[in-house]
């Protein structure tokens, strides 16, 4: 078993909404808590461009929101740990332990996990290589790099067809590839798309490779219904086909569902006893940064009830052995 | 104007006397957006752990920033932030878009030696 140099009460793995309004409600609860993240501390909220419908707060970017949850949760006496990179991690047993891979440890008597997710990429021949030479995966940051340039869009959900929209005012042409025949879009952003003259669509296909020397020439589409595919010349691509949970150092520790989502109950309770998740990472059906605060409350509250438990528990022990 | 924590590169000028005065310069060239603040707070989390290495950020819309935009380095780059490292002035490596910290630890290490621990 390992030993560890720092014990807290709570350790939280992940610092998006989710794992910063559980550092939030356990600090301000007095519970010793400690976030430990392995990216950029705000999540894939930093990556949000723009936040409108934050309850109570005026139209606002990621960072910034993410600045002030962060700003919040050390006020209150939270331990913050970014860009570590975990190398070991014990959930069973009353002592909760994690080790990162420059040396340091942890212990806890609780855990919430709250990786995250991350934006899903086609996994294709070139993707890597053209990546930030064509292929891209944030309209608003890249954008006007394709001034008058045509352009592919990848996907049919929400983010995609509204992306590809709104890059309609760099690209001279934007043609969404889409791998069903229709799309999972709220009816809003199909009319809206559909109803854009610069933008056509091929569907039922999806991107098969990239091409280029320096920076992306051409793809390869496949049509998925025919297996044939065609190669298309194009200046740039913009990948927007949903997340994938940062679940893989779970695997085998517990319960995940086919999509690597962390199955919890109504308390965001594992199958483990004093671990919690919350967030993206947890399989449900809708995800916000909303949904994801909700999922830190309760995560950190069940967490909190836990941790007092098993503090009266440990002392009752104590006063049977004296 | 970038909010970070890092020196800033403010100028053509000021770029070639940071450059020109230090061996080992790291300079994150993007804006406040989603795929630069991440290499940002990563550069500003490495500053203390690489002292042999000079850690700034220079604003992508300056004008001044052509000398890293049109960089034959940086050419076909088209996701930001473009950050570059210099050695005794001359560009050894560039990347385009975001970076773990993986990524820039090792560009670090592999260009400018890795750090000496006491």
């Known amino acids: 078993m390992m030993k560890s140099d720092i014990h807290y009460d709570v350790i939280v793995l992940g610092a998006g909404p989710a794992g910063l309004t559980a550092g939030i409600y356990l600090s301000r609860a007095r519970i010793r808590t400690l976030i430990i993240n392995e990216g950029t501390v705000g999540g894939q909220m930093v990556l949000t461009h723009e936040i409108a419908n934050y309850p109570g707060v005026e139209t606002t970017s990621g960072y910034q929101l993410s600045g002030i949850m962060k700003k919040q949760a050390r006020s209150f006496g939270c331990d913050i740990v970014g860009n570590a990179s975990l190398r070991e991690l014990m959930l069973e047993g009353p002592v909760k332990m994690v080790r990162l891979s420059d040396g340091r440890e942890y212990s806890a008597s609780a855990i919430i996990l709250a990786p995250g997710g991350r934006p899903r990429q086609l996994g294709v021949p070139g993707e890597e290589t053209f990546r930030g030479k064509g292929i891209s995966y944030c309209a608003t940051c890249d954008g006007d790099f394709f001034t008058g340039k045509e352009i592919i869009v990848v996907g049919g959900g929400n983010s995609a067809l509204e992306e590809a929209v709104s890059l309609t005012k760099y690209a001279s042409r934007v043609t969404i590839v889409h791998q069903f025949d229709h799309f999972q879009a709220f009816e809003y952003a199909i009319e809206e798309a559909r109803n854009n003259p610069s933008i056509r669509f091929i569907l039922s296909s999806t991107i098969a490779a990239f091409h280029g020397n320096e920076k992306l020439q051409s793809v390869d589409i496949k049509n998925l219904l025919t297996g044939e595919l065609h190669n298309m010349p194009i200046d740039g691509v913009f990948v927007f086909i949903g997340y994938v949970p940062n679940t893989e150092f779970l695997r085998g520790k517990l319960n995940l569902n086919e999509y690597g989502e962390i199955l919890v109950n109504a308390n965001m309770e594992t199958g483990i006893n004093g671990v919690f998740a919350a967030g993206d990472a947890v399989a449900k059906r809708f995800r916000q940064i909303t949904t994801a605060v909700g999922d830190g409350t309760v995560a950190a509250l069940a967490a909190a009830q836990y941790v007092y438990t098993f503090r009266q528990q440990k002392q009752a022990e104590a006063v049977k052995i004296n | ?118």
Do not use: W
Request: contains cysteine; proline residues 7%.
């Open chain 2, 1 to 118: 104007m970038l909010y970070t924590n890092l020196n800033h590169i403010e100028s053509a000028a000021e770029h070639q006397k940071v450059i020109s005065e230090n061996e080992n310069v790291m300079i994150c060239c993007g804006r406040m957006g989603p795929m630069c603040i991440p290499v940002y707070e990563i550069m500003e989390e490495l500053e203390p752990q690489y002292p042999h290495v000079k850690f700034y950020d220079m604003e992508f819309d300056n004008p001044d920033a052509r000398v890293i935009r049109e960089a034959p380095e940086c050419r076909g780059f088209m996701g930001l932030p473009f950050t570059v490292y210099y050695k005794n002035g001359k560009i050894v490596k560039a990347t385009s878009s975001i970076q773990t910290m993986d990524q820039v630890k090792s560009i670090l290490n592999q260009e400018f030696g890795v750090p000496v621990t006491a």
